[in-house]
Structures are given as structure tokens and as C-alpha cells.
């Protein structure tokens, strides 16, 4: 199958320069690489750097080094040195993403913030809002709340509208942070069969699930983040006896 994402020598480290300059080491030298139709799911504890990779990947965090290359409509993109207009037009068309919260601008209604990834590259009106009402639906978004705007919602119904945008365009790649996270049995499930259904249609998928029999029903491998440590460990004891 075709790898959709390449990732390799990837490194991030953050430098706080309101306290002191301070600098966190969270990955170094990751390589990764997603076919298309499959779901690698990013694992390891709390602080580990799975969002800090998820939102590399995205290009809303700048690494050090390395290159997280693209397939965008028959181009190879790296997002790690693309201009900006590069970013926003990989973001329109082939890299959708699920934050852990949503974020939205206030007294916009929840049809139009689902819609709206899909009017964005020509979908008529008409058709987005079909598939738009179709997605609030099967995520179990009761019809009073559509036309309010989801500043008041409950954490797992605004966390179901994140989803709903998210899974609005078919998009290539998709990364998704805890999108099930807030949610109930059904809702999961209901995630887990869209999911399922993406990767059916070819989409490559990294993601963050906690819940394990979320995991199990949509994860083809784990990727484990947070090796840099213990990586840059072993070099040490291996080359001690060379010393
Ligand atoms: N914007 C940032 N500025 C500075 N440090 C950050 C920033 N984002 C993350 N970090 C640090 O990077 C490390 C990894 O954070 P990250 O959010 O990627 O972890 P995670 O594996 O997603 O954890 P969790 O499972 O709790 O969500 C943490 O030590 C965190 O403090
Ligand atoms: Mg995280």
C-alpha cells in the first residue's frame, strides 16, 4: 500500500525562554511510516510527546530536525520546511485533525463549524449539509442543538461536534488525538465505525486512544513515543565499555 506519511530523524525539544531558558527534551530521531488504510496508534505514559508528535505531524509545531513528508494530491510535501501557504492547502485538502478539545469561534452554529471544512474546498452547500447532518446524527447530537453554537455544550458533545468536523471531508490522513476520550459506550463505538470506515476508504490514520478496546477494534500496530530517553540510555551503556 502507499505510504501517505513518512516521518524520519524527527526531534523536538521546547525551550522555555519566560522561565530561564529552560529546555525539554521530548522526542529525538523518530522515523514512521503510514500506509494508506492503516492505523498506527501512538502509545506510552502521560508527558511521553504523543500530542507534541500528533501535532508535528499537523505542522503546528516546528522540530529540530528531520521531515514529515506528505503525499498531496501527487506531490511530496514536507511539512517541516513547506511555506506556509503549502501548510494551509495540505491542512485544506489532505491532513484533517482531531484536537482533544474543541476550539471554535464564539456564535457560530454547529452546522456551519461541521460544514465548513467541506465548503472550503467546493463541496456545495447543499451536499455538506446533508453529510454534515448525517455525521451529528450517527454521533448522537440531538437535533435541538444543531443550529445553537457549542460554547454551552457538554465536554463530550462539543468533543462529538471536533469529531463530526473532523470526519467531514475524506481526507487522506487523518490524526487523531483522544477523540473518544469524553465519550460514552455508544458514542466510542459509533467513533470506532467511522474510523473503521476511513480506513476502508484508504485513509492512513495516526491516533492517541487511551481506551484500550478502542484501540484493539482500530489500531493495525502501536508506535511507542517517548524511546528518545531510552534510546539515547542504551548508547550511553553501550558505549561505556568503549571508553
Ligand atoms: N507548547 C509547549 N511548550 C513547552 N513544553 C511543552 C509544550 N507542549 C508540550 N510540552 C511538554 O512536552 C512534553 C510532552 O507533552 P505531550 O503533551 O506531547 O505529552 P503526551 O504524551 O501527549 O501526554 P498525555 O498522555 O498526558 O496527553 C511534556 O513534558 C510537556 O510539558
Ligand atoms: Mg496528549
Not at 524520519?8 to 521546547?14: E, I, R, V
Amino acid at each position: 500500500m502507499t505510504i501517505l506519511i513518512s516521518v524520519g530523524g524527527l526531534s523536538k525539544t521546547f525551550t522555555l525562554h519566560t522561565q530561564g531558558g529552560a529546555e525539554i527534551a521530548v522526542f529525538d530521531d523518530i522515523s514512521l511510516e503510514v500506509r494508506a488504510g492503516e492505523c498506527v496508534c501512538l502509545h506510552g505514559p502521560s508527558g511521553a510527546g504523543k500530542s507534541t508528535l500528533l501535532r508535528s505531524l499537523y505542522a503546528n509545531y516546528k522540530p529540530d530536525a528531520g521531515h514529515v513528508v506528505v503525499q498531496h494530491g501527487g506531490d511530496s510535501i514536507d511539512l517541516v520546511s513547506a511555506e506556509p501557504w503549502e501548510v494551509v492547502e495540505v491542512r485544506r485538502r489532505t491532513i484533517g485533525y482531531v484536537s482533544q478539545f474543541l476550539r471554535v469561534i464564539p456564535r457560530v452554529a454547529t452546522t456551519d463549524i461541521v460544514t465548513e471544512p467541506a465548503i472550503a474546498i467546493g463541496i456545495p452547500a447543499d451536499e455538506a449539509h446533508a453529510k454534515a447532518k448525517a455525521l451529528l446524527a450517527r454521533l448522537n447530537i440531538p437535533k435541538r442543538l444543531w443550529s445553537l453554537a457549542p460554547a454551552t455544550f457538554s465536554g463530550g458533545e462539543q468533543q462529538r461536534v471536533n469529531i463530526a468536523r473532523g470526519f467531514m471531508v475524506n481526507y487522506p490522513v487523518l490524526l487523531l488525538d483522544e477523540p473518544t476520550a469524553s465519550l460514552d459506550a455508544a458514542n466510542r463505538q459509533s467513533v470506532v465505525e467511522l474510523i473503521n470506515e476511513a480506513k476502508a476508504r484508504g485513509a492512513a490514520i495516526v491516533g492517541i486512544f487511551h481506551d484500550e478496546e478502542v484501540r484493539d477494534a482500530v489500531a493495525d500496530r502501536l508506535f511507542k513515543v517517548g524511546q528518545s530517553v531510552r534510546k539515547s540510555q542504551r548508547n550511553m551503556t553501550a558505549a561505556e565499555p568503549v571508553a
